[in-house]
């Protein structure tokens, strides 16, 4: 590690999720005195048992509400918002805390920020999702995306549109440096194995001997990030001088079909020869047909593209699995 963080203080919502874990455990490696927040309505506190660090504290804490009530006016150098339900199944279950947490604790986030330390750097987690079904192919940041603002997708799709816009505004009219990072599809060791997308349900799946379930024909397409790589273009985000007010797509832009994928997964947990099980069911609404991001900028302002392959990252989450 390169001590990129250090003496550094960081505010990590989300902590004790997929992603949010992953960047506490990132942080502390960097040197970063690091504050997690969850409410653990989709985390685990298990993510963070194997982050334990004397410059960890963690605070259990809902970030919709006020964040003076719970920060009670510490000062950070960096506030990485990624608190957000995050797969349809949980976004869909808990619909109102997905918008809020989205829209109402960014602007509480950033209110404080202000207050604190305006020259401190507020981190977004936006996401692909911004595009919807995309009508342009990859996806660039300056595409504005194809979204339905009242569908079953749209409480996290539109929450996630209005939390940028809110960054936005505190970027132009406030001067607060504020970064978002548009996650595509992302995966790895402590991502919840039954939370519905689409590598762990499969790897569940494959792993129980259970048919690996199939939405439609397979043949809409998705592009995977291995989480040591995602992990890497937010540091260089939030460090990046360039950055400030930018948004970047962060993400794999190698892309496989959905049957691709099953039968990927399928034969790196059995043999070659061993032939998948699936089952079909209908494609839910909204479902978008292709994803594929463009990464030409993060390329050219952060010098960061992916470095994990398909197959070493799957290895890698297929072992956590397995464990
Ligand atoms: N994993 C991906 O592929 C992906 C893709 C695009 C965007 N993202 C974004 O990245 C972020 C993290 O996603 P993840 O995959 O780690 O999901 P996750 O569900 O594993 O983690 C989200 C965490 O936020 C916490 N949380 C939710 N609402 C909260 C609130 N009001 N107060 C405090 N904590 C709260 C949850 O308990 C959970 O621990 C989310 O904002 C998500 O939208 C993820």
């Known amino acids: 590690m390169l001590n990129r963080f250090a003496g550094k203080k960081v505010l990590v919502t989300g902590a004790a999720g997929f992603l949010g874990s992953h960047l506490v455990e990132t942080m502390l490696e960097e040197g970063a005195m690091v504050m997690g927040i969850d409410n653990f309505i989709t985390g685990n506190a298990d993510n963070l048992s194997e982050v334990e660090s004397e410059n960890l504290r963690f605070i259990e804490a809902d970030v919709t509400q006020p964040a003076g009530n719970y920060l009670q006016g510490e000062v950070f150098d960096y506030i ?3 608190a957000s339900p995050a797969s349809p199944p949980f976004y869909q279950k808990y619909p109102r805390e997905t918008y809020l947490v989205n829209t109402v604790a960014t602007d509480a986030l950033l209110q404080y920020l202000q207050a604190t330390n305006p020259e401190g750097t507020f981190i977004f987690a936006g996401t692909s999702e911004a595009y919807g079904d995309p009508l342009e192919h990859p996806q660039k940041e300056t595409y504005w995306g194809n979204v339905n603002p009242n569908g079953i997708r749209s409480c996290y799709d539109e929450s996630k549109r209005l939390g940028e816009t809110i960054c936005g ?3 132009r009219d406030f001067e607060i440096d504020t ?3 548009r996650i595509f599809n992302t995966y790895g060791p402590r991502i919840g194995a039954e939370d519905g997308r689409v590598i762990p349900s499969f790897i569940n799946s494959a792993l129980h001997k259970r048919p690996m379930t199939i939405f439609g024909s397979g043949s ?8 040591s790589d995602l992990v890497e273009g937010i540091l260089r985000l939030s460090l990046e001088p360039r950055a400030k007010g930018e948004t970047v797509n ?18 790196e947990v059995y043999e070659e020869s061993s ?19 463009d990464i030409s900028k993060a390329k050219e302002l952060l010098d960061w593209e992916p470095t994990v392959s398909f197959e070493e990252g799957l290895k890698k ?3 956590w699995f397995s464990r």
């Open 179 to 181: 970064r978002i990072v």
């Open 169 to 171: 505004v505190f970027n």
């Open 220 to 227: 809409q397409t998705r592009s995977y990030c291995y989480v």
């Open 317 to 319: 989450t297929v072992e």
């Open 275 to 293: 032939e998948p099980m699936i089952e079909h069911k209908d494609l839910p609404g909204d479902d978008p047909t292709r994803r594929k991001p």
């Open 80 to 82: 990485f918002h990624f």
């Open 250 to 267: 962060i993400g794999n832009p190698e892309e496989y079909t959905v049957s691709q994928t099953a039968n990927i997964i399928w034969r």
